[in-house]
């Protein structure tokens, strides 16, 4: 069981060490979800919304785009909350996890613009992964927030243990 553990964190970091080359400078996490959806052939959508209780975000794939759902609180705060929420959904999709994939589109198109509490409320049940995906994601888009802020700030020791904590703590 450790070698399954040890063998898909190197998997974790392999996959993020190859989208290295997609992040931006200077940052944009809008450019990085394109340049993401450019590689995986597939759009990829991104929707503020209010959304209940503690979920931050959700990943509602489609047969035609995968939209990642941002708390809209997490919209009005600064800093880079938003990124590592969308970092955590993106690591979902880049990480081979299955989310359930909806087939059926019907009432989806509301997502273009808005989406519908009733809608959401729909797709929170499947949303609790267990445990290891969810602590896989968690360390892919901390490990992608501390690249990001290492190169703006020009320091290797940027995002360290405190950073590290916070942003695990808010991807929740």
């Given amino acids: 069981m450790r070698l399954v553990s040890r063998r898909r964190r190197r ?3 392999d996959t993020l060490r190859s989208l290295l080359p997609l992040i931006p400078a200077p940052w944009s996490v809008d450019v990085f979800v394109r340049r993401v959806a450019d590689l995986r052939n597939r759009p990829i959508r991104l929707v503020d ?3 209940p209780g ?3 975000g959700l990943w509602i ?7 990642v759902v941002v708390a809209e609180r997490a919209t009005r705060a600064a800093g880079s909350w938003r990124d590592a929420i969308i970092g955590h ?3 979902h999709m880049v990480l081979g996890h299955d989310p359930l994939p909806v087939t059926s589109t019907s009432g989806l198109s509301v997502l273009e613009s808005t989406v519908s509490p009733q ?8 949303h609790g992964y267990e445990a290891r995906i969810e602590r896989e994601a968690e360390t892919f888009a901390t490990r992608l927030i501390a690249h990001i802020e290492s190169r703006t ?6 995002g ?5 904590d916070r942003l695990s703590d808010r991807i929740r």
């Fill in 160 to 164: 360290g243990g405190t950073e590290h």
């Fill in 119 to 126: 809608l959401v409320q729909r797709f929170l049940p499947r």
């Fill in 153 to 158: 700030t020009g320091s290797a020791g940027a």
């Fill in 89 to 91: 959904e993106i690591a």
């Fill in 11 to 13: 998997e974790v970091a």
């Fill in 54 to 56: 503690d979920i931050t």
């Fill in 49 to 51: 919304q209010p959304l």
């Fill in 61 to 67: 794939p489609t047969d035609q785009v995968d939209y």
